[in-house]
């Protein structure tokens, strides 16, 4: 199985500042023949699912505010939050879908400072 | 509005059996490949099962292996989870997932299964 790790495990940023949160794979999630890494990014608030913003590592989802966005390649990979806004306070998982078992990091919590 | 709903929840003791529903409004499900994932309290994700659309293929984690089962029903626009033999680290809330060209993109908002006596 590929096991995914996220860090930080938590990480608090002032209103409008910029968030990262890292990514990595145990193996590479690029599939040579298309290019594309199959990596995802989920946002999660209480008492609700995991909620797409990125897949593709890069492409945002439809409806995602721009100010999330996704990097990387083969193993390792960013989500940025260029301007932390109160709504984005959520914990924060990759995901990959390269093979099965598809997994997930263990998330990374996102406060308010 | 497209969307997954998830039903048959509840408390169940331990060697127990569920049957968990994925209902699909919005869009054809036979189209789609779909994922059972479940989240423990105050854990992350977990996959635990997928059909594929036509319901030939299925590949389960090896937590639930030999005791759950998926299934789909084209006629009711619906995927079913057959649960036996519950033990107790099978509680969490489960969701169905609609996986779209590889990435999975629509979330059922869960159904509880809580293993206790």
């Known amino acids: 199985d590929i096991v995914m790790t996220q860090s930080p495990d938590s990480l608090a940023v002032s209103l409008g500042e910029r968030a990262t949160i890292n990514c990595k794979s145990s193996?590479?999630?690029?599939?040579?023949?298309?290019?594309?890494?199959?990596l995802a990014w989920y946002q999660q608030k209480p008492g609700q699912p995991p909620k797409l913003l990125i897949y593709?590592?890069?492409t945002r989802e439809s409806g995602v505010p721009g100010r999330f966005s996704g990097s990387g390649s083969g193993t390792h990979f960013t989500l940025t939050i260029s301007s932390l806004q109160a709504e984005d306070v959520a914990v924060y998982y990759c995901?990959?879908?390269?093979?099965?078992?598809?997994?997930f990091g263990q998330g990374t919590k996102v406060e308010i400072k | 509005e497209v969307q997954l709903v998830e039903s048959g929840g509840g408390l169940v003791q331990p060697g127990g059996s569920l049957r968990l529903s994925c209902a699909a409004s919005?869009?054809?499900?036979?189209?789609?490949?779909i994922h059972w994932v479940r989240q423990a309290p105050g854990k992350g994700p977990e996959w635990i099962s997928y059909?594929?659309?036509?319901?030939?293929?299925?590949y389960y984690a090896d937590s639930v292996k030999g005791r759950f089962t998926v299934s789909r029903d084209d006629a009711r626009n619906s995927v079913f989870l057959q649960m036996n033999s519950l033990r107790a680290e099978d509680t969490a809330v489960y969701y169905c997932?609609?996986?779209?060209?590889?990435?999975?993109?629509?979330w059922g908002k869960g159904t509880t299964v809580t293993v206790s006596s």
């Open positions: 997932v609609r996986e779209h060209y590889d990435f999975w993109d629509v």
């Open positions: 919005g869009f054809i499900l036979n189209n789609y490949e």
């Open positions: 059909i594929s659309n036509i319901g030939t293929t299925t």
């Open positions: 193996q590479s999630v690029l599939y040579s023949s298309n290019s594309k890494n199959y």
């Open positions: 593709w590592a890069s």
């Open positions: 995901q990959q879908y390269y093979s099965t078992p598809s997994t």
